[in-house]
């Protein structure tokens, strides 16, 4: 028996609250700038003093832009198998300031509409070259 | 600062060259700019180059030195110049710098590539500190995702069409088929490319760069130099390099932090914003322009938001024939990437190849007619971006 218990894309990049899934982040408590990932010094030329707190953010969101991934790209991207193609957004975060990346947990990719709104959940991308199920953020139109 | 002439100017043809190695097609190059300029090796101040990741320089992007051991080492200073696919033209103002500074009468700016197959992929290392690891591991989104991503938020926005954007590689081809340097030169029907494969949505196999092999080189120099060798050389007018600014609203990795309005490719903006603005120009000035057309969609907005035209113009100019070289906005008459391919650490000098040779009016079947100020532009991994105006 192969071990396929899930496991996470990345460390310390997103978690699963009372509340529901929360991206891992930061923020500068100075010029309130959001970090994702984290950061480990303010990236703003007009902060004068850098002071990264730990944060979260999320879960709601409108869809920037969207594209299809027609074909399978190759590791270390993680697919189903046999290959479908999915979908990849870009989501602005409400109140967040922040424009993030995720793939888009839908059935029909094609379905998916610029400027609607998404929610963030953990799911899974496929099964890693290890044979592990790997999850990551996604976003789920609503 | 002193003038800087483009006195010399070489290329190997882009391609995919199995049986050559890097040096030798470096050396093609090389060996065509300095005899175009009427310069010997020896005469040379300094070497900028573009360093690669993908081949040659010993795996430390030494690619200038390979080249001077291969000219012959006369001890002269090499600067080896990092900045993804906008290395070329970052070595380009670093060449530029020498000369116009008179630290150097004679530089010698070169990048030559040989690309491993497929689309340009992450580091191959699999450390969560690199965003662009993360991003494929936890996302999936190779470098044509990317560039739909920016497609389909212009379609939703400006209503642009999937016949537009094919319409943008059917002209590339309409005038990259007269240029000998270029790989790819068979014509295109609008059908061909809507019937080419869907890469990522909504671009498709025709609508994208593929990688290639090449090499070109540029030879700069002094305006004293210059009068002693070309009774009317080209001049670069300016060169200049910016990268993207904090409130740029494409993430280069997973996020960022947008200002309001379009406010994504900062570094392109600014590099050119600052070109123009030491040639002493505006964008409308500009009788051609050599950018950065990886897909189709940078050909409809850069113009744009460089302002080249007005926003959502471009696809009305495009169909008139405005942006062929005999049109009012000629854009790329190389071809462009999409006819070359990408030869990443090479682009930004072939690009300046084409424009000087379209200032000297010796572009023949692609010629921009009168063509007496152009520009180069180019953009790279890590919110790299540079312009160049050249005037004749
Ligand atoms: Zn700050």
Redesign the pocket.
């Known amino acids: 028996m192969t071990d396929s218990s899930p496991v996470h894309a990345a460390k310390d990049l997103f978690v699963e609250t009372s509340d529901g899934p929360r991206l891992l982040g930061s923020r ?1 408590e ?2 309130r ?1 959001p970090y994702f990932p984290s950061s480990e010094a ?1 990236h ?1 030329p007009d ?1 004068d003093h ?1 002071d990264i707190q730990p944060a979260h953010f999320g879960p709601h969101g409108t869809l920037w832009s969207v594209t299809v991934q027609n074909y399978p790209p190759p590791p270390p991207v993680v697919a189903s198998d046999p290959y479908s193609p999915y979908a990849v957004g870009l989501v602005d975060l409400e109140t967040d300031g922040l424009r993030v990346i995720g793939r888009l947990h839908v059935e029909d990719p094609a379905s998916v509409k610029v400027g609607g709104p998404v929610e963030l959940v953990l799911a899974p991308l496929g099964q890693g070259q290890d044979g592990h199920e790997v999850i990551s953020w996604q976003f789920e139109p609503r | 600062m002193g003038e800087v002439a483009v006195l010399g100017i070489g290329m190997h043809p882009w391609g995919k060259f199995p049986k050559k190695n890097l040096n030798s097609i470096c050396r093609v190059a090389v060996d065509a700019a300095l005899a175009d300029a009427g310069v010997n090796w020896k005469e040379v101040g300094a070497v900028a180059a573009a360093s690669s990741r993908f081949s040659g320089g010993k795996g430390w992007g030494l690619n200038g030195n390979d080249i001077v051991e291969d000219m012959g080492s006369t001890g002269l200073p090499v600067y080896n110049l990092s900045a993804g696919c906008a290395a070329g033209a970052n070595a380009f103002n670093v060449g530029h710098m020498m000369v116009a500074s008179g630290a150097h009468d004679v530089v010698l700016v070169v990048g030559g590539e040989k690309m491993p197959k497929g689309f340009i992929q992450t580091s191959g290392l699999e450390d969560e500190t690199d965003p662009e690891y993360l991003r494929q591991r936890c996302v999936g989104l190779p470098g044509p995702g990317f560039w739909a991503l920016l497609t389909r938020q212009r379609m939703e926005e400006y209503g642009t069409s999937h016949e537009d954007l094919a319409a943008v590689a059917v002209k590339a081809h309409k005038v990259g088929t007269h240029n000998e340097n270029a790989r790819f030169r068979q014509l295109f029907s609008l059908e061909d490319v809507l019937n080419s494969n869907m890469v990522s949505d909504p671009l498709r196999l025709y609508e994208i760069c593929p990688v290639s092999d090449g090499a070109a080189a540029v030879v700069l120099c002094s305006a004293e130099y210059a009068r002693k060798k070309a009774s009317n050389p080209v001049w670069a007018a300016s060169s200049a390099v910016a990268t993207a600014r904090f409130d740029d609203g494409l993430p280069r990795g997973l996020g960022c932090v947008p200002s309001p309005g379009r406010t994504h490719h900062s570094e392109a903006r600014i590099s050119v914003a600052k070109a123009l603005e030491a040639a002493e120009i505006g964008p409308k000035d500009l009788d051609f322009v050599e950018l950065q057309d990886n897909t189709v969609y940078y050909e409809l907005a850069f113009p744009e938001e460089w302002g080249m035209c007005e926003p959502g113009q471009s696809e009305s100019l495009l169909h008139k024939g405005e942006t062929l070289p005999n049109g009012s906005m000629p854009i790329n008459p190389s071809g462009g990437f999409l006819c070359f391919g990408e030869a990443t650490t090479a682009q930004g000098l072939f690009q300046i190849c084409e424009v000087a040779w379209q200032l000297r009016g010796e572009a023949g079947e692609r010629q921009v007619p009168g063509a007496k100020i152009g520009m180069a532009q180019s953009i790279g991994l890590g919110g790299n971006g540079t312009a160049a105006v050249l005037k004749r």
């Open positions: 500068c100075t010029c700038a303010c703003n902060c850098s």
